[in-house]
């Protein structure tokens, strides 16, 4: 793991298309923003894992369920409306 130390309003890139900014900083909590291609997909760690889980359910599970777990996925992916 790399470890990098940055203050609010600065950035780090990971690759040519990916930047991770530190907004604020406020006691224990640090507000970050990533600007990243449509076509990457950003979650928060437990909604990955939760998603990741479920899909892993879907190996047993019916067509439409696995559909269901790729639809919510597009939604996430797509920017609101």
């Known amino acids: 793991m790399l ?6 309003n600065q950035s780090i890139m ?3 298309d ?3 900014s530190v907004l604020s900083v406020m006691g224990e909590k640090v507000r970050i923003g990533i600007a ?3 076509s990457v997909p950003v979650f928060r ?4 894992l939760d998603m990741r889980s479920s899909a892993g359910e879907g190996k047993d599970a019916s ?3 696995r559909a269901a777990v790729e639809a919510e996925l597009d939604r996430l992916k ?3 409306s």
């Open 3 to 8: 470890v990098l130390t940055r203050k609010p």
């Open 14 to 16: 990971i690759g040519d």
């Open 18 to 20: 990916i930047e991770v």
């Open 36 to 38: 990243a291609p449509r």
């Open 45 to 48: 760690k437990e909604v990955y």
């Open 63 to 65: 067509g439409s369920e």
């Open 78 to 80: 797509s920017p609101p």
